[in-house]
């Protein structure tokens, strides 16, 4: 079993910038793909970004790229989102997730592990 804990949401003016963390616990796989989901009020989730932990270049959805980016620390089982550029439109609860194999997919049905989320509001 994963343990997912996200923080760092919070209210942030357009132009702005803020950085999520999520830090993993319990049975970790270092093979295990980590992913950054969002879900806006009345809309489906969306696949932001995922990163393989052992190996390997992010893969971003076309809306965040060149304003978010994807890091990680072994070390701590922690995955960080840096979300620069905020636009009203990236407001949203963003979730982290993680999935036992290696393979990076967008479907969050193909994510085992999911946090309880974390509210991020950019505010015009």
């Known amino acids: 079993q994963v343990q997912l804990a996200e923080s760092g949401g919070g209210l942030v003016q357009a132009g702005g910038s803020l950085r999520l963390s999520c830090a993993a616990s319990g049975r970790t796989f270092r093979s295990s793909a980590m992913a950054w989901f969002r879900q806006a009020p009345g809309k489906e989730r969306e696949f932001v970004v995922a990163?393989?932990?052992?190996?390997?270049?992010?893969a971003y959805a076309d809306s965040v790229k060149g304003r978010f980016t994807i890091s990680k620390d072994n070390a701590k089982n922690t995955v960080y989102l840096q979300m620069n550029s905020l636009k009203p439109e990236d407001t949203a609860v963003y979730y982290c997730a993680a999935r036992g194999g290696s393979a990076l997919y967008t479907d969050s049905d193909e994510y085992d592990y999911w946090g309880q989320g974390t509210q991020v509001t950019v505010s015009s």
């Open positions: 990163i393989n932990w052992s190996a390997g270049r992010p």
